[in-house]
């Protein structure tokens, strides 16, 4: 992905004219990092960054200091977006997990387009809102449900998002269990189970679920447990 095609990659940019994207174009700052560098933190909320290439992990630390996975973002994805519009601290953390290159829009660049194109505001905050209920949801899962109920709810999502019952997992192992503050070895062992129990064929990263509607009555009954 080019420097020109940055913006053009942003859904949050989709409903403005080639001027005024192009014009977003030559503003942003293109920085390359390597896999495990920060690129954002509460220390360093510069701007909201563009994802060009590559893949990011959104975190934040834990009270108990454990790094609690919020998403995974690849390319023509947004984080950052509301230091646009706060001078707070943010609370999350963003690293590079493979070689990733990213354009930066600055806050003070940001108020130029701002005056051109007033609209960006509303569709910028309707993607952080988006990600806000989110996190919400991840926290009101980890905090009330077993994790047996948070991975086959997790699958169960997947599925139901794409109407299919034959879903993909967008993390590896470790990301899931961080994802669903648990551990590795206990994710593999409960997603086996369910193999065992009749409710899931698994293949690799691929998850087959046999029988969509039971799997549904499954995952509920483990919430009520």
């Given at each position: 992905m080019d420097r020109h095609s940055c913006a053009y990659s942003v859904p949050?940019?989709?409903h403005l004219s080639n001027q005024s994207i192009s014009k977003i174009d030559g503003i942003l700052t293109r920085l390359e990092f390597e896999r495990g560098e920060t690129i954002f933190s509460p220390l360093k909320p510069i701007g909201m960054f563009i994802v060009a290439r590559g893949k990011v992990k959104e975190y934040q630390i834990s009270a108990s200091g454990?790094?609690?996975?919020?998403?995974i973002i690849g390319s023509g994805g947004v984080v950052g977006e509301?230091?646009?519009f706060s001078d707070e601290a943010p609370e999350t953390y963003v690293n590079a997990i493979t070689k990733t290159s990213i354009c930066l829009l600055r806050k003070e660049d940001f108020k130029n387009i701002l005056l051109e194109n007033p609209t960006i505001s509303f569709e910028l905050l309707t993607e952080y809102n988006k990600k806000l209920k989110e996190t919400e949801k991840q926290t009101l899962t980890i905090a009330t449900e077993n994790v047996n109920s948070r991975i086959a709810s997790f699958i169960l999502d997947i599925a139901l998002?794409?109407?299919?019952?034959?879903?993909?997992l967008p993390f590896a192992?470790?990301?899931?269990?961080s994802f669903l503050a648990t551990t590795p070895e206990t994710v593999s062992r409960k997603l086996k189970d369910l193999e065992l129990g009749g409710y899931i064929i698994r293949s690799g990263s691929k998850i087959k679920i046999i029988d969509l509607e039971e799997f549904s009555e499954y995952t509920s009954k483990l919430k009520n447990d």
């Open positions: 949050i940019f989709s454990k790094e609690q996975l919020l998403r509301h230091t646009l998002s794409k109407n299919e019952n034959i879903i993909e192992l470790k990301e899931l269990a």
